[in-house]
């Protein structure tokens, strides 16, 4: 149920977030908006007014006894009884009152008259009037009858605050249905968009160490969730290879833990069964010590392995010479040779300093040496040859008149426990693990191991490492 729970929290999240984000942007486009209609309504209202004073200018006229008043058509004109809200007033350019829109019962535009109010242009602003209202002025000095007076025409911004209230009112009544819309959409795409999640989410639950072959479904391999369920799969294929190679390993190790230990109770059962004189007793207590030096020579690879895997060994670098080092093995294998009545012969070659990690390297080369004297007849010759295969690589090779190893099976005699003849490899104190010790020994020194036909017939073992590591 979690994943479930958690994928559908993901869905929420996501709506919540742009339900969020989208609802302040909205409420700056409210913001805006309003703004933007709240001046196109001022400038309407100044512009109406100009127009207005125009016609109300042509309609003043003074009466006999000298007062300022309006024309009858003033108050019939039905463009100006719509302005309900409009007031009017004259001053002489002394700040006398001339004239005053009934209207304004009395309440003067605020404010005195401005130094050259309406001088050459329609003065415009908002203002109140003396009983409190808001009202934009528009002013303009005029000569009636040769006197020079100047106009004021208000317009009351109560409508006008009216009509932005009640547009600012309609946007946001829907403003959250808007929002709600947007959410439900953004909610079920992303529902769609995450459903492969979910079956991704799904089956990767029933994947365990058992069900390693399980993999993620695909949906669309171009898209996000697709390449992470791609990669997902890749990493799955990785784990079920290293899980495999694991219990490979272990089973092996097990088998070839039993063979010796098998070898020493038979040995031991058979020994006991009757009474032998001490010289016999030597010879079985000898044939079991035999089976236990292979015993700890199979415990000390494996622990070399494991501790490979697991990361733990650190090279230790120092610089040596690379016949040094070949003259160092044959010193250790030598008396095995001997033993065979092999010779091993060192080619003259350039004198390589190598940078590496000596012991390491040195079993590498060992183990190498080690196969070719198990694996040729006796009284033959083995060869080491030492070179620098081009301008940053230095090859030791090392041939053998020995049966060689089959092409098909070439690359397979470096993996862990691999023989070619399993019977006769083990006869020979054979562990399966030499080889694949020294493949890893020189892929650390960033080198590679590999094995071609000798010319004279037999194996050529051949190490490469880079010169300047
Ligand atoms: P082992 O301990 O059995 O020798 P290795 O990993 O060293 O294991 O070698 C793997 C197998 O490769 C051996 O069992 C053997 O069959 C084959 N092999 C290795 N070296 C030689 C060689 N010089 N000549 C012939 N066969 C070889």
Redesign the pocket.
Known sequence: MRPFAQSGNLRLRLTLWYGTAFSILLLLHIGVATYVHYSQLINRAYHAEIQDLETTEGLVYQAPDGRITMNEEYFNNPEIRMHLDRHLEILSPDGKVLYQDQRLDGAGIDGPLLPHEGVGTYNERATRLSDGRRVLVISHFHYIHGQPMILRVAYDEAPLFANVVSFLGVLLLLAPITVLIAMWVVFTVASRALSPLSSMVRRAEKITAERLSERLPVHDPSDDLGHAARVFNGLLQRLEDSFSQLRRFTSDASHELRTPLASMRSIGEVSLQTSHSNEQYRDVIASMLEEVRRLTQLVDSLLAISRADSGQIALRLTSFSCIDLIQEVIAVVGILAEDKHQTIFVADGPQIILHADRGILRQAIL??VD??I???PASTEIRIEVSVASDSIAEIAIS?R????PPEEQSQ??DRF?????GR??E?????????I?KWAVEAHGGNIGVRAAEEG??C?YIHLPLSV
């Open positions: 183990n190498v196969n070719a198990k694996y040729s053998d020995g049966p060689g190893i005699i470096f691999y023989r070619i003849d399993s490899s083990r020979r104190g054979g562990t399966g693990l030499g080889l694949s020294a037999g194996s073992f």
